[in-house]
């Protein structure tokens, strides 16, 4: 099931979006645009993943925090597939890209909208993390305990605390895949989704911190004639 964009939704080059013209910021609606283009055309199948990332109460947002967000991600995701690699199954190569947007309202620090497109081979479900709430249950057995486990390297703290600052959307999975009779349904709720991304409002500006960020595009080889 995927969540369709309401009828009479604004559109932004032919697809539908959350928000009016002058709500958004078209670069970011055309850097998203790029993102999943580039992405689908390096692979075919993808898992996009939405969540929020906030500052749990007591805890402290390092100015570094969303770079070492991902950087602790990608450590993870390549040591668990390195040992699905000795243990001699198939490890899919996890191909993580990401975009994702700081807004600040009224709380102490700013949070963060991300969402992550992982390859749909190596990762499809971010795993039943209501079990993460369970002392006899490790970060590593999921996707989800992960996040957190990056999100309390990012603060500083332990991933039990850390998990209280994360925050899955309803239904926070949405497949991407080329070859689904379902593909345009999926890219247009896709978009959809992420075209919230561009809302000016609650932005922060003058204060040396980035609103925006996102995963370089591959350069694709292409043959000479």
């Known amino acids: 099931m995927y969540d369709q964009p309401q009828v009479g939704s604004p559109q932004w080059r ?11 910021h078209e670069a970011y609606l055309s850097n998203i645009y790029s993102l999943l283009s580039n992405s689908l055309m390096v692979h075919p199948r993808w898992t996009v993943i939405r969540l929020d990332l906030h500052v749990p109460t007591g805890c402290f947002l390092p100015q570094r925090a969303i770079t070492d967000f ?11 597939r390195s040992i699905k690699a ?6 899919y190569d996890p191909m993580l890209r990401y ?14 909208h991300l969402a992550l497109l992982l390859n749909h081979d190596a990762y499809f479900s971010v ?4 079990k993460l709430q369970s002392d006899d249950c490790s970060y590593d ?3 989800a305990g992960r996040i957190y486990k990056a ?10 605390i850390a998990m209280k600052g994360v925050l899955f959307a309803p239904n926070p999975v949405s497949p ?9 349904q999926q890219y247009q709720s896709v978009f959809y989704r992420l075209s919230y991304f561009a809302k000016k409002r609650t932005k922060v500006y003058g204060d040396g911190q980035r609103n925006f960020g996102m995963s370089q595009l591959s350069r694709l080889k292409t043959e000479l004639p």
Do not use: C, N
């Open 151 to 160: 999100w309390g390297v990012a603060l500083g703290v332990d991933w039990a």
């Open 99 to 112: 975009v994702w947007v700081r807004e600040w309202d009224t709380a102490e620090y700013p949070h963060y």
């Open 127 to 130: 795993g039943d993390y209501s």
């Open 141 to 143: 057995q999921m996707l």
């Open 86 to 91: 000795a243990a001699g199954k198939r490890a």
């Open 176 to 184: 991407l895949q080329v070859q689904h009779p379902l593909f345009e």
């Open 14 to 24: 032919d697809l539908s979006v959350q928000l009016l013209p002058h709500e958004s």
């Open 70 to 80: 991902i950087e602790s991600l990608k450590s993870q995701l390549e040591h668990a």
